[in-house]
């Protein structure tokens, strides 16, 4: 059996950008994976894995638009600009784990089935629930394999500070998502 290590940090959020990136290469190397989905809403992360993951099939996920403001997307036309040219990729979907749901609950006060999902697997993390969420929204639009391992890296806020290796599924078919490995997370939560 395999034996691997997971990197704990102390702390969340950026301080922990460039050693996730870093490790995460590592891994990806070591597999042989060349998918590469990160979570990035203004694209600093993106465009640091975009200097890091030459030659790597790089899925960028911001939120969606109108996520904090109605009509507003949160990455810059400017960043946009430099992930494509950089040949990145950028999916701007509903988020697996809200969409409509989230509506009904702003509406009526209630839980929904992928608000329960969603605050699961937050117990691992805030990062935890973003790689899987953005590992669905990049195979909804086909950017991905989904018969083949993939790099997911997210974060808790700001910057990277989760990674993992999953095997990815669409949304409609959630639960034969894999989390195959923990590259990297933050214990203090």
């Not at 290590?5 to 301080?15: A, N």
């Not at 290796?165 to 590259?183: M, Y």
């Amino acid at each position: 059996m395999p034996r691997k290590d997971i990197l704990y940090f102390t702390e969340t959020g950026e301080v922990n950008l460039n050693e996730t990136l870093k490790i995460a290469k590592e891994r990806a190397d070591e597999l042989g994976i060349k998918d590469v989905v990160i979570a990035s809403t203004r694209g600093n992360s993106a465009l640091l894995a975009l200097e890091l993951f030459k030659d790597y099939n790089i899925v960028v996920v911001p939120h969606v638009t109108g996520f904090r403001e109605p009509g507003v997307q949160e990455l810059s036309m400017e960043a946009a600009e430099k992930i494509k040219s950089g040949g990145g990729k950028i999916v701007i979907a509903a988020h697996t784990f809200s969409g409509i749901d989230r509506a009904i609950q702003a509406k009526w006060d209630t839980m929904y089935p992928a608000g329960i999902i969603a605050q699961t697997l937050r117990i691992f993390g805030q990062g935890m629930k973003v790689v899987v969420e953005i590992a669905c929204m990049a195979a909804d639009a086909g950017v991905i394999p989904v018969d083949k391992d993939i790099l997911v890296v997210a974060g808790s806020g700001r910057g990277a500070d989760t990674a993992v290796i999953l095997r990815a599924a669409p949304s409609h078919r959630f639960f034969d998502t894999v989390v195959k490995e923990i590259i990297a997370k933050p214990s203090n939560l």
